[in-house]
C-alpha cells in the first residue's frame, strides 16, 4: 500500500486541509477547493493539467509516493497518453471515486510500471510473448496491458474454453462413427435422437437449451465454430477469466436456443454458434468502441477475417435450414441461435469485457443489460409454455 506518512496539510485558498488517510494521495476536500487547487496549475482554465504539473501538486501537497506507485498513477490519470490530465479525472483519483485499476495499482504498486512499450521489450520466452501478444490482441490501454502482462502467470490456464473444445471434438468424434456420417450428420435419422440437441418437440427437457452445443451438422460446423472458439474465445478468457468468459458463453447459449424457441419453432437446434458468436461480435465490437486504443497487428485485416468467417458459418447455416431435408417432416436445424449470440455480445458481452479488472457488481450498465436479458429469458419460458399450444403451431415429429 501507500506509504503511511503522518498527517500533512494543504492549503487551499488560504483554508487547511487535514489528511483524513494516509493511504489518500492527496488530502480529502470539498470539491470546490479542489477545484481552486487545480486552477492553481491551470492559469489558462483550458480544464486540463500537464502530467508534470501533476507530478508538482502530488509533491508540494501529497503524502509521499513510491517512485513506482506514482508511475501507476500517473499513467491511470493521463488515460490518453497525451500527457495532460483533466479537472474530472484528477477529481476521481483524489476522491473516493478512484477506479478499482488504481485502488489495485496502489495496493500493489511495488511492481515497476515500465515506461516503455511492451512492444520494446526483446529476449522474451515463448509464454512471455504469447502474453504479450495476447494483451495487445485484448486491452486497448497501454496501463492495462503492462498491468496484465506483469501479474498474469497461467495460473489458472484457459481450461473453459479449450474443455468445452475437447467435449465438442469427443461428442463429435462418437456420434460419427455411429452415423458412419462425418460432412452432414443432420441428414442421419438418427442424429436428432440423442439427448443432447434441442428440440422443439422435446423442449420440456430443460437440459436440451443448453447441451445442444455439443452437437454439430458435420465436420465443416464444428471445425468454424472450433477455429473461432480457440482463436478468439481462449485469448478472452487468459485476460477476463473463465467466469467472465462462461457468462458470455453461456448466454449466448441459452439466448440462442430460446430465439428459435420464438422465431423458428418447429426447428431443432445444434451447435455451439450461439456462444462463440456472442464472445466473437463482443470483441469485435470492443475493437472497434477502443479502435484508435487497440495496438494489435493487421486488426483491420484481423476483423475482416473474423466477420468472413462468420459470415460463411452462417451462410452455411441458413443454406441448410431452407435446404430441403432428407427426411421430411423433419426440418433441417435452424440458423436464429447464431443471432441469439449476436445480440447476447453486443449488448451484455460489450459490458463485461469493457474493463477486464473491475467487478462486474459495481458496474450499473452490466445489471441493465443483465436485467434485460433476464427478462427476454423469462418472456422465452412463458413463451414456451403457452404460445405453441395457443397458436395451434404444428410441430414435426419426435426423433
Not at 492553481?40 to 508534470?52: L, Q, R, V, Y
Not at 494483451?135 to 497461467?154: A, G, I, M
Not at 494489435?296 to 459470415?311: D, E, G, N, W
Request: charged share 15%.
Amino acid at each position: 500500500m501507500v506509504n503511511s506518512s503522518p498527517a500533512v496539510a494543504a492549503h487551499a485558498e488560504g483554508e487547511e486541509i487535514e489528511v483524513l488517510e494516509t493511504t489518500d494521495v492527496l488530502p480529502a476536500a470539498p470539491e470546490d477547493q479542489w477545484k481552486s487547487l487545480f486552477d492553481k496549475h491551470d492559469p489558462e482554465n483550458s480544464g486540463c493539467i500537464s502530467t508534470e504539473h501533476f507530478r508538482d501538486l502530488l509533491a508540494a501537497y501529497g503524502s509521499e509516493l513510491d517512485p513506482h506507485k506514482l508511475e501507476v498513477l500517473i499513467a491511470l490519470a493521463d488515460g490518453n497518453d497525451d500527457g495532460k490530465i483533466c479537472y474530472q479525472d484528477f477529481v476521481n483519483l483524489v476522491s473516493n471515486k478512484r477506479s478499482n485499476s488504481f485502488r489495485r495499482a496502489i495496493l500493489q504498486g511495488s511492481r515497476q510500471l515500465r515506461n516503455s512499450a511492451l512492444r520494446e521489450e526483446v529476449g522474451l520466452g515463448l509464454s512471455r510473448r504469447l502474453v504479450r501478444h495476447v494483451d495487445y490482441e485484448t486491452l486497448p490501454r497501454e496501463v492495462d496491458r503492462k498491468w496484465y502482462f506483469d501479474s498474469y502467470n497461467y495460473c489458472p490456464p484457459p481450461w473453459l474454453m479449450l474443455a468445452i473444445t475437447i467435449a465438442e471434438v469427443i461428442v463429435f468424434m462418437y456420434y460419427g462413427l455411429q452415423l458412419n456420417c462425418w460432412v452432414l450428420q443432420v441428414s442421419s435419422p438418427y442424429f436428432l435422437k440423442s439427448p443432447l440437441p434441442y428440440h422443439p418437440q422435446l423442449r420440456a427437457q430443460a437440459w436440451r437449451y443448453l447441451s445442444y452445443i455439443f452437437m454439430h451438422a458435420g465436420i465443416e460446423h464444428l471445425g468454424l465454430n472450433m477455429a473461432m472458439q480457440l482463436l478468439v474465445g481462449v485469448p478472452l478468457e487468459m485476460v477476463h477469466g473463465a467466469l467472465r468468459i462462461g457468462l458470455v458463453y453461456v448466454c449466448g447459449i441459452l439466448a440462442g436456443s430460446l430465439a428459435v424457441s420464438v422465431a423458428d419453432m418447429t426447428a431443432p437446434v445444434v451447435g455451439s454458434s450461439g456462444g462463440v458468436y456472442a464472445l466473437v461480435s463482443a470483441h469485435l465490437a470492443n475493437i472497434v468502441m477502443n479502435w484508435s486504443g487497440m495496438k494489435c497487428q493487421f486488426k483491420l485485416l484481423r476483423m475482416a477475417m473474423a466477420l468472413v468467417c462468420m459470415s460463411v458459418e452462417f451462410g452455411r447455416a441458413v443454406w441448410l435450414r431452407f435446404y430441403p431435408p432428407a427426411f421430411p417432416p423433419s426440418p433441417n436445424p435452424s440458423f436464429v441461435a447464431h443471432l441469439g449470440g449476436v445480440a447476447v455480445g453486443l449488448t451484455l458481452g460489450i459490458v463485461v469485457l469493457q474493463n477486464y479488472e473491475q467487478r462486474l457488481q459495481e458496474q450499473s450498465l452490466f445489471w441493465i443489460f443483465f436485467s434485460v436479458y433476464s427478462l427476454f429469458i423469462l418472456c422465452g419460458i412463458f413463451w414456451n409454455i403457452f404460445a405453441y399450444s395457443l397458436l395451434d403451431v404444428k410441430l414435426p415429429p419426435p426423433p
